[in-house]
């Protein structure tokens, strides 16, 4: 038997890497695989070197590897079982059925068979989650993380939450006050390894996409940061509950131009790659809750992010597809604007978040669901369209990550867990951002010259999707809003809503 480490499953200290210590270990590193999509260099650059560095780690513990770098899954398969004929691989599970089944035709067509064991990348199995969630095909985060919470223990004491609430949001929508820093984000160097990959990167992935890559310039090694090691991983885990969770929590949903990270944990490429796992990095943000270093809701926020919202999207994602990939309940069908390639607008809010994602393939959640998926609901655009795009451009984004984030809960797609789309104006983004008070745009005009563009699109998006959305009661208020309006005023609205989509189109917005 031999053990088949994935790219994004490199968990060591558990599954049967570490469960089977004395047998050989193969990895494929296909490369038409990162051809798929235009991905970011530095996504790229992350997998391929996190791989390169694990196989390193294991030689030199002396574990027989064999890494295999070619073109496709296929021929890297073929070529174990000629070297190992009849061989039966060991992996770690895929996220769906689908998958599953995909890989166990490659491996019998390469001439063996693969045993799936557990992803240790989570906590709940998918028979807990199956059992939980029952057949109705609708799902509740709360009820899901709350179930877990009693479940592990995590944040409870004698059977209730600690400190008496299961959330504490009211205290985590704080914008910083003008002097506050953000604490300096951990950048780790790349080394040899990673400036190896980096450079093949750049010459093998450099152009040949339909839309334009997250390339050029902006793929410049000297500014990738991410861990690649376990050893890395953990001490961005120290840096984070060292240094940044305490304020995690009331920043959390702030946004500004100036700090790309605030102090989000930044440990999202490390979990999905497997480096690190969930307990290890609740049970450290809860101990430094018990040791008095940082407060109750920043705590809760940050296992709610992990333990609640990760396990949940992952199941969602597995039970879901493939139907969740292409979900377009509300029928948008707009392609999406060239200028999330580019970055190229005077909207000082999309602009700033756009660049932050060409430099560096993330951005924070808030940016991601308020301003990037905000902007395409309101827009109109495809969600399937959108998905690629958020696939493609983020270091941590894998298919299952952003599917239910994307399609579901920032596009809307589905309605089999988001209750209401994420739609809001400019008056949200004044709320919890600096970015209006230097854009050129006016956050309180909705039509006419330099009205901020989320706002006529934000009445539109009402507007033309009322049959859907009005009877939503958690809509009711919205709707108030909208029946206020004269139908001469969304006249105006819906001309200016088609401005802006031309401006889009155009590359002039
Ligand atoms: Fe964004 Fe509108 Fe504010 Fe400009 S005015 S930063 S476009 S929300």
């Known amino acids: ?29 296909a490369a038409s695989f990162a051809e798929k999509l235009p991905y970011h260099p530095h996504k790229l650059t992350l997998v391929f070197s996190a791989m390169r560095h694990l196989r390193d780690d294991l030689r030199q513990a002396g574990r027989p590897v064999d890494y295999r770098r070619v073109e496709t899954f296929e021929a890297g398969l073929r070529d174990h079982f000629t070297a190992h004929p009849e061989d039966t691989l060991v992996a770690q599970r ?80 704080e914008t910083p006050p003008d002097d506050w820093e953000a604490p300096e984000a951990p950048a780790f160097e790349p080394d040899e390894t990673t400036r190896e990959v980096a450079a093949w990167v750049a010459e093998r992935f450099d152009g040949g996409y339909d839309e334009p890559p997250f390339g050029g310039d902006w793929a410049d090694p000297e500014t ?16 984070f509950v060292t240094h940044r969770l305490a304020e995690f929590g009331p920043y959390q949903d702030a946004m500004l131009g100036d700090e790309w990270a605030l102090a989000h944990s930044l440990l999202s490429t490390s979990l999905n790659l497997g480096l690190l796992g969930p307990s290890e990095v609740i049970e450290r943000a809860i101990a430094a809750y018990e040791d008095g270093d940082a407060p109750l809701n920043s705590v809760e926020g940050f296992v709610r992010q992990v333990l609640g ?24 069908n707009e392609d999406l604007p060239e200028l999330y390639w580019t970055g190229e607008t005077e909207m000082a809010c999309l602009s700033d978040v756009v660049d932050g994602v060409r430099k560096r393939g993330y951005s924070h959640h808030i ?47 589905a309605g089999v867990f988001a209750t209401k789309p994420y739609a809001a104006s400019a008056n949200y983004v004044d709320g919890m951002s600096d970015y209006c008070s230097g854009c050129p745009y006016y956050k309180t005009k909705t039509t006419g010259d330099g009205a901020c563009p989320f706002n006529a699109l934000y009445w539109d998006f009402l507007d033309r999707n009322e049959d859907q959305l009005r009877s939503n009661h958690r809509m009711g208020l919205v709707y108030g809003h909208v029946d206020d309006k004269s139908e001469g005023e969304l006249d105006d609205i819906r001309e200016r809503a088609d401005e802006v989509r031309a401006m889009a189109r155009e590359g002039s917005l």
């Open 1 to 29: 038997m031999t053990v088949w480490v994935r790219g994004d499953q490199l968990t060591r200290r558990r599954g049967p890497l570490a469960d089977r210590p004395g047998e050989r270990v193969l990895f494929v590193e």
């Open 94 to 173: 895929p996220q769906t059925d689908g998958a599953r089944q995909r890989i166990e035709g490659i491996v019998a067509d390469a001439g063996g068979s693969v045993e799936f064991v557990p992803d240790e990348r989570f906590l709940c199995s998918p028979e807990r989650f199956d059992e939980w969630a029952g057949d109705d095909g609708t799902y509740r985060h709360e009820e899901f993380y709350r179930m877990l919470r009693r479940e592990t223990g995590y944040l409870m004491a004698d059977g209730d939450p600690v400190g008496g609430e299961w959330n504490y949001d009211d205290q985590n929508r």
């Open 224 to 239: 990738f940061r991410w861990p690649v090691t376990r050893k890395e991983a953990v001490e961005a885990l120290d840096h």
């Open 309 to 332: 919202w990760r396990e949940f999207m992952r199941h969602v994602y597995r039970r879901e597809m493939p139907e969740l990939a292409t979900a377009n309940q509300l029928g948008a």
């Open 367 to 413: 940016e991601r669901l308020m301003i990037l998926s905000n902007f395409a609901l309101l827009y109109g655009v495809e969600p399937a369209q959108l998905n690629r795009w958020f696939h493609a451009g983020y270091v941590d984004a894998f298919h299952w990550v952003t599917t239910p984030n994307v399609v579901e809960m920032g596009s809307y797609g």
